[in-house]
C-alpha cells in the first residue's frame, strides 16, 4: 500500500512484553489475585510503550502488541464462558517428532510457550466485554499525538480457538467452530466499531495439518481449512472486507518445518476468506519461494499482499537491500497500492515467550521501514 511515494509497513501483531506485563498476565492467568488498578496501568503504560517504539521505527499500521492477552488464541477463556482449565495431551509438531533430539533439548531449555489448557466444557457466550472495551481504551490513548498511519487490534479466528481449546461439550467440530464464530463476532465487531481494522489470526489454514492434524490427508485437512474459512465468513458477515486482515503462518517456532503443508494445497480456502488484506510467511527458508504461487494465483481485485520480509524466528538483522528485493518480487505482479511490508509472524505470540532480543526487534521493524522505502523509490 503507497502514499505517495512511502509503502506502508506493518506487522503481526504481537511484540515483546515488558517484564512488569508479563507479571500481570501470568498473575491473572493463574487466578491469583491482582490489583484491578495497578493492572491496568501496567498494560496501559505498556501499550504506550510499544505504540511509541512502533512509530519510531516507522511502523505505518501499529497495534497493542497483544499486551494485556497471556496468548494470541487463548486469551479467550476469560471473556467466553463455557471454558474450564484442564489436562488435555496436547500433539507435538510433526516435525519435532521426526528429530527427538532436537525436540528433546528445545523442550529441557524452556523454549515452548507456558500457557493453562482451556478446554470446552459448556455452552460458549461472550460475558465479558469489560476487557476488550478497556484494551479499545489503551490503544486510543496510546496512539494520541503518535504520527502513524492506522491500528489494528488482533483477534483468534474460530479455527484456531478449535485447534488450541479441546471441545468436549459440542457434539460435533462443525457446531463447536460456529458457536465459537457467533461468540467471537461480539469482539470481532466491536473492534471495528471502535475504529481499528481487525486481524484475524489463522494458523489453523496452513500451521494446524502438522499441528494437531497430523492423522488426517492433504484433501482431508484441505476440507478442514474449507470448514474453518466458512465459520469465519460467517461470523465476519457484518465487517467490511477493507476493515479486516488475516494472518496465515505455518508456526513460529524454530524446526526443520519438513512438514508444513505447501501454500498451493490451501490457498484457494485462504483466498476465500472474506479479510481484503493477507499477512503471510514470506521471509523464511521454508515459504520464501511461494512468492511464486501467490503471483500465479487469481487474486480477487480488492485483495492486498502483506508478505513477511522479516523473519520472527532468527536475531539476524535483514539488511534493507534484501528487503527490498523480497518486496519487489511482489510490487512487480500486485504493483505498489497492493503491497503491504510486513513480518513473517509476531514478536510474543505468547507473553514471555519468543526467541527475538527485544531490541533487535525495534531494530528489525526499523530496517523494514528502510527497505520498503528503497522498494518505494526504485518502483518510482
Not at 503507497?2 to 500481570?24: A, C, K, M, N
Not at 470446552?120 to 489503551?138: Q, S, W
Request: proline residues 6%; negative net charge; hydrophobic residues 40%.
Amino acid at each position: 500500500m503507497v502514499q505517495g511515494q512511502r509503502i506502508f509497513t506493518t506487522h503481526v501483531g504481537s511484540l515483546p512484553r515488558p517484564q512488569s506485563v508479563v507479571d500481570q498476565v501470568f498473575a491473572e492467568d493463574r487466578g491469583e489475585p491482582v490489583d484491578h488498578d495497578v493492572f491496568e496501568r501496567v498494560i496501559g503504560e505498556g501499550v504506550a510503550e510499544v505504540v511509541r517504539k512502533q512509530a519510531e521505527a516507522g511502523v505505518d499500521f501499529v497495534s497493542d502488541g497483544e499486551m494485556s492477552k497471556i496468548g494470541y488464541a487463548t486469551y479467550i477463556r476469560h471473556r467466553l464462558s463455557g471454558f474450564e482449565l484442564g489436562e488435555v495431551p496436547r500433539a507435538t509438531p510433526a516435525d519435532l517428532d521426526a528429530y527427538p533430539r532436537f525436540r528433546d533439548r528445545q523442550a529441557a531449555e524452556g523454549t515452548a510457550p507456558k500457557y493453562k489448557r482451556p478446554i470446552c466444557r459448556g455452552p460458549i457466550a461472550y460475558v465479558n466485554t469489560e476487557l476488550m472495551k478497556t484494551d479499545f481504551a489503551h490503544l486510543k490513548n496510546a496512539l494520541k499525538g503518535v504520527n502513524v498511519a492506522g491500528a489494528f487490534m488482533n483477534a483468534p479466528s474460530p479455527g484456531v480457538m478449535a485447534l488450541f481449546q479441546p471441545n468436549e461439550y459440542y457434539k460435533t467440530r462443525e457446531e463447536y467452530l460456529y458457536a465459537l464464530g457467533e461468540a467471537m463476532k461480539t469482539e470481532y465487531e466491536a473492534i471495528v466499531a471502535a475504529g481499528f481494522d481487525l486481524q484475524l489470526d489463522c494458523p489453523d489454514l496452513a500451521m494446524a495439518a502438522h499441528t494437531g492434524f497430523q492423522s488426517l490427508s492433504e484433501a482431508e485437512f484441505t476440507a478442514r481449512a474449507w470448514q474453518n474459512v466458512e465459520a469465519l465468513n460467517a461470523a465476519t458477515r457484518n465487517i467490511p472486507s477493507e476493515k479486516l486482515r488475516m494472518h496465515v503462518c505455518w508456526g513460529n517456532y524454530e524446526g526443520p518445518h519438513h512438514c508444513d503443508i505447501a501454500l498451493e494445497k490451501v490457498i484457494d480456502p485462504i483466498l476465500a476468506a472474506r479479510p481484503s488484506t493477507i499477512l503471510f510467511e514470506a521471509a523464511n527458508p521454508r515459504h520464501e519461494h511461494e512468492w511464486e504461487i501467490w503471483r500465479d494465483a487469481k487474486l480477487a481485485d480488492n485483495k492486498i499482499l502483506a508478505p513477511g520480509l522479516i523473519d520472527s524466528c532468527s536475531n539476524y538483522v535483514e539488511h534493507p537491500e534484501l528487503i527490498r528485493q523480497r518486496l519487489e518480487r511482489y510490487v512487480a505482479f500486485m504493483g505498489k497500492d497492493r503491497v503491504l511490508a510486513s513480518t513473517d509472524c509476531g514478536f510474543g505470540t505468547f507473553a514471555n515467550y519468543g526467541k527475538i532480543d527485544p531490541a533487535v526487534t525495534w531494530m528489525k521493524l526499523a530496517v523494514l521501514r528502510d527497505g520498503a522505502e528503497r522498494a518505494a523509490h526504485a518502483a518510482g
